[in-house]
């Protein structure tokens, strides 16, 4: 499957929202998304990625995309594997970046579970 897709995605048989899922696929588990917006000569995917790998996470994946902010800088969206993505933006903010926007994946049936027996244990507990 993941074969005849890239087959697909290289022969131009997607269309473009397929061809969007295939390059950032919908948020699942561990990650973050995060937006900013910077002037096209202080962009640098390098400094980006250095700054998310000084707090201990990974870039997943990088898109500049055709969004523009209130001042008509580019958008660029990150996606890091961490689910709680504050220190990486206080850390892209040490290298210059403004990130405006973060964003975490949207809960898994299983953490919502999870979430409500331990909210039943805390009720217990306090009886």
Known sequence: MGSDRLSDFIAGN??????????MP???????????SCRPDDYS????????EDCD???????????????????IALR????????????LRRYGYDPFYVGLAPDSADTARARERINELIHYLEL
């Open 45 to 52: 995917a390098s400094a980006i990625a250095r700054a998310i």
């Open 57 to 75: 996470a990974r870039l997943l994946a990088l898109t500049v995309t055709d969004m523009r902010d209130d001042a008509g800088l580019p958008v």
């Open 14 to 23: 997607l269309s473009n929202h397929e061809k969007a899922l295939a390059m």
């Open 26 to 36: 919908p948020l699942t588990g561990e990650a973050s998304e995060l937006l900013l």
């Open 80 to 91: 890091v594997n961490v689910r709680d993505a504050s220190g990486v933006a206080r850390s």
